[in-house]
């Protein structure tokens, strides 16, 4: 099993809404992203997750609050975002420490309105 | 400061023959290589890797070669078909988490 899950697929909010996206992996993976995607562009980090501790905060603003209750699950809270946050989002996991492939999710499309 | 590029936007390759999509890149501490594929409104999936160790790490249809020296690195889809038709990202990492993206090479195999 090689899959990422990630709901919901598509999130439309305005821009004082408090909004939570969602993933999970069981393949046993330690480390777990956040990316951020734009139209015709690379995915960009965001998180790094590894052993449920952040480690990585790619100067996110504060309006992305990342959170890893445990070690299958990742949540990204939405709050007070801007319209040019509109984007995929999309979340990845990986076996853990070093360079090992990620695995991607199928991503949220999200509008701020 | 692009670390990873794709010079080519788009490449359209007839069916059955040989696809090749090309990546530079700057970085030297790059040591290790991926190849994901995309389709519209799903996420990337990964396809293939290549550590800084070898120059060619083949997968059934998908040959890496990595080029060193040179900085360049090139995925190799023979035979091409049309359900290889997405967009395919090149990423550098350099021992830690982070993956550095190219933009993206959009692949079209005409039937």
């Known amino acids: 099993d090689t899959e990422v899950t990630q709901t919901p697929k598509h999130l439309v909010m305005g821009m004082t809404n408090k909004k939570s996206l969602k993933c999970e992996q069981h393949m046993g993976h330690r480390a777990m992203y956040w990316y951020k995607q734009k139209a015709k562009k690379p995915p960009e980090l965001m998180f790094v997750?590894?052993?449920?501790?952040?480690?990585i905060n790619e100067s996110v603003p504060s309006r992305f609050s990342p959170e890893c209750p445990n070690s299958s699950l990742l949540n990204l809270h939405l709050h007070a975002l801007q319209p040019e946050d509109s984007a995929l989002y999309l979340c990845?996991?990986?076996?853990?420490?070093?360079?090992?492939?990620?695995?991607f999710g199928p991503g949220t499309r999200l509008t701020v309105t | 400061d692009q670390q990873v590029k794709q010079n080519s936007p788009s490449l359209s390759v007839q069916e059955g023959r040989i696809s090749i999509l090309n990546c530079d890149y700057t970085n030297s501490m790059f040591d290790y290589f991926l190849w994901y594929k995309k389709y519209p409104a799903e996420g990337p999936t990964f396809l293939i890797s290549i550590s800084s160790i070898k120059d060619k790490n083949e997968d059934g249809r998908f040959t890496v070669f990595l080029n060193k020296s040179a900085k360049h690195l090139s995925l190799h889809i023979v035979p091409s078909q049309p359900g290889d038709s997405a967009v395919y990202f090149c990423?550098?990492?350099?021992?830690?988490?982070?993956?550095?993206f190219g933009k993206g090479t959009k692949l079209s195999v005409i039937p």
């Open positions: 990423a550098g990492g350099a021992g830690s988490y982070q993956l550095t």
């Open positions: 997750y590894s052993y449920e501790k952040l480690s």
């Open positions: 990845a996991s990986s076996r853990g420490q070093g360079l090992y492939e990620q695995y």
